[in-house]
């Protein structure tokens, strides 16, 4: 307990990120004219570990998820992923290096059938290119009827398969939620975004949610950073928890030593008892 507060209270010093992180974030500022969003973030995600990133409003959370999409380019610090640094690659080349998102606000394609909408996330993995369709050569039929298999092996796996062919529009807001999951995972992914994937939801699909996380991780191996304001559902699900305030991180550690964290408490209650 004692080490892991002590990690979590050396925001200040640098530490080198590691090559066999997943994703490494190393000092990350960002700023929005006067106002700093991000100060001197620092922290590591493994392979295939589910870590909770957490702080209250305008903690600066969101603005990280936006500078690991490459949304945002950071004024200072840099954020490396495999090994490689993001800065490096195009915003559009995110999602072929193995990132995907969801949003707080579900991003669907409200009159796409849920099967075409699942469709759309897997043809970031295309290889048969804009000539290739244009003409209907055979390479675009086959790519086509692999990523055609690929979104009806997700529609079953996340049980869509009676919404199948429905518009996105008309589902409710929680199955919405496994759709959106659905196509986030289409292209394969090495590092699952998650945004708020617990707002909106009741208590009993937050409980099937925080299951359905662990079980994503479990099956594809897939490492997942989630913001999230249920507190419970992050530490219940969570192997690691960074904590933000004010833009900095204030913890990181494990569940319990974060919850337990004198800043983190201040953060959260005013207070630290």
Do not use: W
């Given at each position: 307990?004692?080490?892991?507060?002590?990690?979590?209270?050396?925001?200040?010093?640098?530490?080198?990120?590691?090559?066999?992180?997943?994703?490494?974030?190393?000092?990350?500022?960002?700023?929005?004219?006067?106002?700093?969003?991000?100060?001197?973030?620092?922290?590591?995600?493994?392979?295939?570990?589910?870590?909770?990133?957490?702080?209250?409003?305008?903690?600066?959370?969101?603005?990280?998820?936006?500078?690991?999409?490459?949304?945002?380019?950071?004024?200072?610090?840099?954020?490396?992923?495999?090994?490689?640094?993001?800065?490096?690659?195009?915003?559009?080349?995110?999602?072929?290096?193995?990132?995907?998102?969801?949003?707080?606000?579900?991003?669907?394609?409200?009159?796409?059938?849920?099967?075409?909408?699942?469709?759309?996330?897997?043809?970031?993995?295309?290889?048969?290119?804009?000539?290739?369709?244009?003409?209907?050569?055979?390479?675009?039929?086959?790519?086509e009827r692999r990523l055609a298999e690929r979104a009806d092996a997700l529609i079953e796996e996340f049980g869509l398969k009676a919404v199948a062919d429905?518009?996105?529009?008309?589902?409710?807001?929680?199955?919405?939620?496994?759709?959106?999951?659905?196509?986030?995972?289409?292209?394969?992914?090495?590092?699952?975004?998650?945004?708020?994937?617990?707002?909106?939801?009741?208590?009993?699909?937050?409980?099937?949610?925080?299951?359905?996380?662990?079980?994503?991780?479990?099956?594809?191996?897939?490492?997942?950073?989630?913001?999230?304001?249920?507190?419970?559902?992050?530490?219940?699900?969570?192997?690691?928890?960074?904590?933000?305030?004010?833009?900095?991180?204030?913890?990181?550690?494990?569940?319990?030593?974060?919850?337990?964290?004198?800043?983190?408490?201040?953060?959260?209650?005013?207070?630290?008892?």
């Amino acid at each position: 307990m004692e080490l892991a507060e002590a990690k979590a209270g050396t925001a200040d010093e640098r530490v080198e990120p590691h090559d066999s992180a997943l994703l490494a974030v190393d000092g990350v500022t960002m700023r929005f004219g006067g106002v700093t969003a991000l100060e001197d973030v620092s922290f590591e995600v493994a392979r295939g570990a589910i870590c909770g990133l957490i702080g209250p409003n305008g903690a600066g959370k969101t603005t990280l998820f936006n500078c690991i999409s490459r949304l945002y380019d950071p004024h200072t610090g840099a954020i490396r992923f495999d090994g490689r640094p993001l800065a490096s690659f195009s915003r559009h080349e995110i999602a072929t290096l193995g990132i995907a998102r969801t949003f707080q606000n579900v991003a669907l394609f409200a009159t796409m059938t849920t099967r075409d909408n699942v469709r759309v996330g897997a043809h970031a993995l295309a290889r048969g290119g804009f000539l290739s369709s244009a003409l209907t050569l055979p390479l675009a039929g086959r790519e086509e009827r692999r990523l055609a298999e690929r979104a009806d092996a997700l529609i079953e796996e996340f049980g869509l398969k009676a919404v199948a062919d429905r518009p996105a529009g008309e589902l409710p807001f929680g199955v919405r939620k496994r759709v959106e999951l659905a196509r986030a995972l289409a292209i394969g992914p090495k590092l699952l975004l998650l945004d708020e994937p617990a707002a909106g939801l009741n208590h009993e699909e937050v409980d099937a949610l925080g299951a359905e996380i662990r079980a994503i991780r479990d099956r594809r191996g897939v490492a997942i950073l989630l913001v999230e304001h249920h507190m419970n559902l992050v530490m219940r699900v969570s192997d690691q928890v960074v904590a933000l305030d004010f833009g900095r991180v204030i913890a990181d550690g494990s569940p319990e030593a974060v919850r337990a964290n004198p800043n983190v408490v201040r953060a959260y209650l005013g207070s630290a008892a």
